[in-house]
């Protein structure tokens, strides 16, 4: 075990940070260290926007579904995958567009741009996490894309993903525990002993609901099972390929 591995460890969401708003530096060295992740094949398909005008971070937390939190950070970024900046990059070497577009709008070079900037968060975090700051994710700007990148003011070909609050923690919650790691990780191909599965999950889910217990008060006892399954019969941002096609990122 090193520090680095003790930072990983110890991750959780911040949801309540004090009001003291991150230096130049630190956004600096956390874009940076963002910047340092891998990127497939060099193409660094994304962009990270910091909003610090209150007003956006006010417009921005009511879309994301009033998070409150949204609007009271140390500072609010949005990762975006980015696809305008190889547009540009084709027009300055002499190339028509037509002979890019096919790839512009392929399924698979949205998907670098949203994998590109996974790690890119990632990276961030643990930067931001090993300078004693708290993080949030926030996927809730995808509940309404349209007006976030209005606010945004974000051209054609790029997306905003999700966003991420950072700031000074004025809390520190409990770490839910996470799924067991046989029930994650497998080793050669794909094991397919489903009872076997089945059997984790519901050793999995007396401890979720014990985790729900002490942390309400007696007041909640879900199970992982039943959060995940309410989650899923439940349809979310269906208007997503629509969008993405009115931007000019069909799937195909």
Known sequence: MNQTID????????????????????????????????????????????????????????????????EDNGHFFVFCADLNRHKLAAELEGIPIENVIETLESTEKFMVGMIDAALAAQNAVIAAESMGLGICFIGGLRNNLPEVAKVLKTPDRVVPLFGLCVGVPDQQPGQK??????????????????SQFKQQLSNYNEDISDYYLKRTQGKRSHTWTEIVTGKMTKPVRMYMKDFLKSIKLPLK
């Open 7 to 70: 930072t990983i460890l110890n991750h959780r969401s911040i949801r309540s940070f004090k009001d003291e708003p991150l230096t130049e530096e630190q956004i600096s060295t956390i874009v940076q260290c963002a910047q340092a992740a891998a990127t497939s094949s060099y193409l660094q398909v994304y962009s990270i926007i910091g909003v610090k005008e209150p007003v956006k971070k006010k417009k921005l937390a009511e879309l994301a579904g009033n998070q409150e939190y949204v």
């Open 177 to 194: 525990q996470r799924l067991p790691i046989d029930n994650v990780y497998h080793v050669d191909e794909y094991i397919q002993d489903e």
